[in-house]
């Protein structure tokens, strides 16, 4: 295939590979050198670049981690790295130089695209780094840069006046407009590549990959009268800031998850797909009782999603079959989502654990509660649900629940903790939904 | 002065291994690790037919020495046949691509016979694997029954991994001259040694040049050596260039950390003054040396920290095991010497029920103490440190109480941390630097040193040093790259020394030219008193640009080259009686951590630190903040959240980035600094080294979170690092 984009000031157009990483592109093919490798995995930010994508004529630009990123996936998209950015006059880089945010700078680059990503698109400046390491600084310098640059912007929307900016973004948008490109079909279907990506490049060089994510069929949040249906492409970020998600679960609890850039690509999907015991939208979509829409392109079926995860990354779905939409029921609940782990970001959780609870009068009527990581599967306590039924939303339900809970879980002793920190864990993670719901009465 | 690479690090210009263009015939290594941890190799093939493969190369093709033991002679390039740890290098493939290179590496076909590992020191030490000597360190006599206070205890403290950014690399071509190796390394002096030793031929043949490291902080001072070794190898088999970079996962597995340490400790007090104190250390060293008897040494010196303890006595063991072996880490030993001994003082506080700033206080060093090992202190500025944090302490305490007082759910605590940190190399051999100054005709002047940026910015501080020197304005100078042609047989950039050899060097290269200068004038215009400033030279009532002084210094046949030598004066030790004056002079500060525990989810969150630090006379702010900061982050990381995890067949569990974790930008607390400290006669321009010392204020977070938990419920823990989320829920609930 083709694949045709803009990288920086130039259009791109190369039938090499696309299954190769952006990074390998970026560094190896276009000699660009300050975009760096640092894990290969999204976990350090080294190699962080913007992605401009364009929607009813405006470009959004995102955070991504190219190291995780095919090729394929920014076909007919906008990639900025840092030589696309840099400026002598350029604010971020002014202040990251004066307040000495840079030691030995090799993940700094990284660091200047995310406050780049955040100045465009508003976003908190600290929030906006939670997906870039720094090993040398101690995070202190960069934290004052950037709240100098956040205030240096207060008085104008006019980022290339600030040289946050090029000047030749202004006619991106219409240069993306003239880009046609042809979707793609392979036999294995590829998301947001966050996952598939970590370490695992060179595998997935010979494979023919499907780049999904700009099939704008699957990227959707649309509400219906008693659901809300979520396209299978719809990525993380998208899900997090979507209105009708946060009118039903506070979506704060969410940026616990991943990172930034990986939220800006990694699908809903996608990590449902992964299967893996701890994942994090595993575990809330269970509680959130929601269903998954599966098709092998002749025919559709819809399961519940506790019946999706069979054992150990093992799932319900055939080879020839993929899922198109998550349906989450648009129930009145209360939702807490908790998550502890070594690093509270950026990392994967010891245990997991969401709890949707409906109540009358303090009694709870439906309570769905899951948990990850303690089990070979992304769990559903459904004997501890069951029990919790019809009694009231206090101390001693929720302690009660935590004795059948550990009956239901087997953990197991790994790098994230024993299976008696997990099984206290998940008993303390009990007693914080109550806490946190509670609060919300 | 900022640092004078910020500029090209934000707009990602910056130069690292990986980042030089490559000539077209390079070819691309790959290491072939062991895959078990002890055992005996047996039979390693390659059988396949994969078109870009080139040579595998094997102990057997090495054409001189098999050895890269620095300290002990006691480690192979590649395993010939003995297997120590798992990721030990046992062949290096070389191919024509990096992807064939990984392809083929998948394919070779490597038979062992497995022995069983012993990855703790304990069972190490048990089983007399013992690197070297132990070591004694002792003074006064220790009375038990002088006590009215006694405790003892075990303690167990973690490794680390260093993660520099930029992973080990090297990039090596053939010359007419012998060999240019680019290599990612702290010392570039060793790489040139150990190239020769392995290749069986001359020094002078191997130039290894350094431009900057995308991080060292130890993990490339002698684990840079062995991957330039193997690149220089294949170039000489294989007669092309050849680029040797580790990936993330190879990195993680292959080389060694901070070491993990146990101690076993007694310690006895009579009315707050410590007055007896016995410690052993059982320091896992891995499979082989390295420069693990040197961080051995400095735990020793740093075993009683910043306090006065008369009647003392250390005992330390290098215990050979079945990890990688162990290496440089920031501290160098020192962080798990002071660790222990808060951790005894923290122990009798509980005992006593006195706090523990109170005993900290009591038995605090002064100018005039002597340390255990006999160098006597002068110029700490730990009292006047410790007074400053005491009004802060106030603040702290009552914060914590009102808070405690309303919450159920959380708990606050506090810890205060002095530290006092010995600057040189505790091998006195190694102090010394050199510099090569070269004043070009039009005035430009480039400067070469021993000294390796890694981003500790020790290029800005020399810069300051020669600008002061000559009075002229930066951008008249251009720091060299790190080159064994132009500076020889130097000390690695290590020791947070690294500034005051170079820099004293460098000076004493300016100090030449200036001499040259002003006989010039004298001779010529019968200058009386000459001043440099300002880009001109000052004499007689009149005045030359420094462009047209130097331009005259030529025509009048003026050599405007300058090597400068330094070797710190008055330092010694004696290692049979274990006494001396090791170090230069010492860095101290105090710090004062709060820390917030989450009592149901058992997590935490570091509130804000304190820190009176004494920096000498501050030379450059921007750059001492920066270490501080930075030396911070490391040593909390270390103490709280970076887990490093074997299992018994010595396996790395926390293989990756996505299973190590290190401080981001949200586990960090808030940080406020205040320098004071006088004119440090032997640091450059009057300050004091900064690399290493604060990485100890970390240590503070540990016992923060510790009396966090302790404020909400007595708690019976042991003292094992690093307290994680799992520590702490299970200490609450034991």
Known sequence: MTVEFILN?????????????????????????????????????????????????????????????????????????????????????????STGATQCGFCTPGFVVSLTAAAINKQNPVESLDGNICRCTGYNSIKIASQLVFDQLQDTDNLLAKNIVPQYFANIPDRLGDIKF?????????????????????????????FSTHNSDLRYIIPDKDSIRIGAGTTMSEFISNKHISELIDTEQLKLIASTPVRNIATIAGNLVNASPIGDFSVILLALNAKILITNSTKNREISLDE???????????????????????????????????RMY????????????????????????????????????????????????????????????????????????????????LQQLIKAHLIQLEGQQ | MKNIDSISHVSGKSVYVDDIPVLDNTLYALIVPATIAHGVLKKIEYTGDHSDFVRMITASDIPGENQIGSIIPDEELLSSQDIHFMGQAIAIIVAKSLNSAYMIRDEVHVEYDEYKAITDPRVAFNSGNI????????????????????????????????????????????????????SSTQSPSSVQKMIARVLGISMHL?????????????????????????????????????????????????????????????????????????????????????????????????????????????????????????????GFGGPQGMFVIEAAIDKLAEKSGIPAYVLQEANLMKNGDKFPYGQITDNLMLTDAWSKIKTIKNVYEEEIEQFNHNNKYFSKGMAIMPITFGISFTNTMMNQGSALV??????????????????????????????????????????ETTNTTRAINTSPSAASSTHDLNGWATLDACNQLIRRLEKLLIDEYQAGSVEFINNRVIFNDRSLSWDELIQFAFTKRVDLAAHGYYCTPDIYFDKEKEKGHPFAYYTTGVAIQMATVDIIRGTYKLDKIDIIHDSGRVMNSNLDRGQIEGALAQGLGWMLLEDLQYDDNGRLLSNALSTYKIPDINFMPDIKIEFIGANNPLGLMGSKSIGEPPLMYGIAGYFAVRNAMRNHKNIDMAYKTPLTPERILMGLFS
Not at chain 2, 133 to 141: H, I, L, M, V
């Open chain 2, 131 to 182: 690197i070297g000597e132990s070591r004694k360190f002792q003074c006064g006599d220790i009375v038990w029954a002088d006590c009215d206070t006694i405790v003892s205890d075990r303690v167990d403290m973690g490794g680390q991994e260093h993660l520099y950014l930029e992973t080990h690399g090297s990039y090596v071509i053939p010359t007419e001259r012998g060999y240019k190796v680019i």
């Open chain 1, 308 to 342: 999706f995860f069979v054992s150990y990354k093992k799932i319900n779905l055939q080879q020839d079959e993929m899922i198109i939409e998550i349906k989450i029921p648009k129930d009145t609940i209360k939702f807490n989502f908790e998550k502890v782990s070594k």
């Open chain 1, 182 to 210: 042809v979707k793609n079909t392979g036999t294995t279907i590829i998301g947001g590549g966050t996952d598939l990506y970590v370490q695992k490049q060179r595998v997935l060089l010979d494979k023919q990959l499907e």
């Open chain 2, 206 to 330: 191997v130039e290894v040049d350094v431009n900057r490291l995308g991080g060292g902080f130890g993990g490339k001072e002698d684990q840079a050596t062995p991957i330039a070794c193997m690149a220089a190898l294949a170039v000489n088999i294989t007669d092309r260039p050849v680029k040797l970079i580790l990936d993330r996962i190879d990195d993680l597995k292959m080389t060694g950390k901070r070491h993990p340490y146990s101690a076993d400790y007694k310690i006895g007090m009579k009315s707050n003054k410590i007055i007896a104190y016995d410690v052993i250390f059982y320091q896992n060293a891995g499979a082989s040396a390295d420069l693990s008897p040197a961080v051995l040494e400095r735990t020793l010196f740093h075993a009683t920290n910043s306090y006065y303890i008369p009647n003392f006595k250390a005992t330390a063991y290098s215990c050979r095991t079945n990890l990688p072996p162990n290496t440089a880490f920031r």
């Open chain 1, 9 to 97: 000031k130039e259009t791109i157009t190369t039938d090499i590979n696309p299954n190769i990483p952006l990074l390998d592109f970026i560094r190896d093919h276009q000699m660009l050198k300050g975009t760096k490798i640092g894990c290969r995995e999204g976990d350090c930010g080294a190699c962080t670049v913007l992605l401009g994508e364009l929607k009813n004529n405006e470009v959004i630009y995102k955070t991504i981690t190219s190291c995780l990123t095919p090729l394929g996936n920014v076909n007919g998209r906008h990639v900025v790295t840092i030589e696309g950015l840099s400026h002598p006059d350029n604010i971020i880089q002014l202040n990251m130089i």
């Open chain 2, 438 to 479: 070269n004043i070009y005709q039009d005035g430009s002047i480039g400067l070469s040193t021993g000294a390796v940026e890694m981003g500790q910015g020790v290029n800005t501080r020399i810069l300051q040093a020669l600008i002061s020197s000559f009075g002229v304005s930066a951008d008249r100078v251009k720091m």
């Open chain 1, 346 to 425: 950026l990392d994967i959780a010891s245990v997991n654990s969401a709890c949707a609870v409906y109540t009358e009068n303090n009694i709870i009527r439906s309570i769905r509660i899951s948990a990850g990581g303690v089990y070979e599967i992304p769990l559903l306590l459904r004997e501890t649900a069951e029990y919790m039924i019809a009694k009231e939303l206090n101390e001693k339900t929720f302690k009660e629940a935590c004795s059948i809970a550990v009956k239901e879980i087997k953990p197991i002793s790994d790098v994230r903790g024993s299976k008696e920190y997990k099984t206290l864990l």
